[in-house]
């Protein structure tokens, strides 16, 4: 169990460019969580993966934003056109699901990718 | 809409105290509650999770109670170490969905 990885850990881009991060959930973990946390606040729901299915959105989730996992195994969140408001620390989060038994809905973090948009 | 808040915002103690940390919550239909720490520039780390059908969880130094019906869980810290300065988080599931919401965080400092 190596743990939830993200990549880039620190992205710094400047207006208007696309961006691109990955999540590799834990091995077997069929759930994926994306959040996005701004300095001194709680981190924020973006969207739930079960499996490759994307089964929930927030309205935070804007046009410009879209996330796949396809395969159900690693997951992608894309920005288009960043504006400075979408810099932010951007979280990725596992959970086993039922084959995790009690713990099956606990979930766990990656230590997330850091977006400054210039 | 559940609303969950943290108290204090940011806490200093000496080294060896006992603390507790607050978190409140506005919707009491949750399917479960977890508590996280975050060290500065870093992701989240589990401490516990309590489902909605248990009172407590323990692990080491830490106890985390859970009372759903008036909205509240307390995290409690034995014996404060310098080690645990850090962000504290509580964040609920609720009963129907799958998203975390989560408090803004206790700040611990804890001098030596």
């Known amino acids: 169990d190596t743990g939830v990885s993200q990549d880039p850990r620190h992205k710094i881009t400047k207006r208007g460019q696309n961006v691109t991060f990955r999540c590799d959930p834990i091995s077997e973990h069929n759930r994926l969580y994306w959040y996005r946390q701004t300095l001194g606040q709680g981190p924020e729901f973006l969207t739930y993966f079960q499996n490759e299915a994307q089964l929930e959105k927030s309205r935070l989730l804007s046009d410009r934003f879209s996330a796949e996992r396809p395969k159900g195994s690693f997951s992608t969140l894309e920005i288009q056109r960043t504006e400075q408001g979408d810099s932010a620390m951007y979280l990725c989060?596992?959970?086993?699901?039922?084959?995790?038994?009690?713990?099956?809905?606990?979930?766990?973090f990656g230590p997330g990718t850091r977006l400054t948009v210039l | 809409k559940q609303e969950v808040t943290q108290i204090p915002a940011a806490l200093s103690v000496p080294e060896g105290e006992n603390l507790v940390l607050n978190c409140s919550f506005t919707d009491s239909a949750i399917y479960n509650l977890q508590w996280f720490r975050q060290d500065p520039g870093k992701g989240l780390t589990s401490l516990l999770l309590?489902?909605?059908?248990?009172r407590e969880q323990t692990s080491g130094r830490l106890n985390a109670s859970l009372d759903k019906s008036s909205g509240r869980s307390t995290l409690y810290i034995a014996a404060s170490q310098p080690g645990d300065s850090a962000t504290y988080l509580c964040?609920?599931?609720?009963?129907?969905?799958?998203?975390?919401?989560f408090g803004a965080g206790t700040i611990l400092r804890v001098k030596s």
């Open positions: 964040a609920v599931r609720l009963e129907y969905g799958n998203k975390l919401v």
């Open positions: 309590i489902q909605s059908s248990q």
């Open positions: 989060a596992s959970s086993p699901g039922l084959a995790g038994g009690r713990r099956y809905n606990e979930q766990f």
